[in-house]
């Protein structure tokens, strides 16, 4: 019987290092798994950053470009109403000229006689608007 309990004692021995074995080898394994999802998962979470600061980068040079052009259409929009204000103000001061003077200044720019203030300043709206906004915004 001696026999037999040494070798029980070997398989429960030969048992005990191979769980010991399996179970070194299991937690290995496991370390090793953990850290391979760990760095995927930094991966991914730095794709996600990077791609929506790229998406935030081209959506403020967008947003900037569209406020660019609303900003211009707003100066062209008050540069167009000082300039109309400026040919009116024209006109009236036009219109407040004696007739001699101001059929002289018709003859001067050999335009008929009798032609309203008004309509003198559209004839000549496109050459006077470039002086008229030099003169108001340089």
């Known amino acids: 019987m001696q026999n037999l309990d040494k070798i029980l004692l070997h398989i429960k021995t030969e048992s005990e290092n191979e769980c010991k074995a399996i179970a070194m080898?299991?937690?290995?394994?496991c370390r090793r798994l953990r850290?391979?999802?760990s760095k995927k998962e930094q991966d991914d979470y730095w794709n996600y950053v990077n791609t929506g600061t790229k998406e935030i980068d081209k959506r403020a040079g967008e947003?900037?470009?569209l406020a660019a052009e609303?900003?211009?259409k707003k100066v062209y929009a008050v540069q167009q109403y000082m300039i109309d204000r400026v040919?009116?103000?024209?006109?009236?001061?036009?219109s407040a000229l004696p007739t001699r003077a101001y059929n002289d200044i018709l003859e001067k720019f050999k335009i008929e006689p009798g032609l309203k203030p008004e309509f003198l300043v559209e004839h000549f709206r496109e050459d006077l608007t470039p002086s008229v906004t030099r003169a108001l915004f340089d």
Do not use: F
């Open 87 to 94: 040919l009116a103000l024209a006109a009236r001061k036009l």
């Open 63 to 65: 947003l900037a470009a």
């Open 70 to 72: 609303e900003a211009k």
């Open 25 to 29: 080898k299991a937690n290995n394994d």
């Open 35 to 37: 850290s391979e999802y």
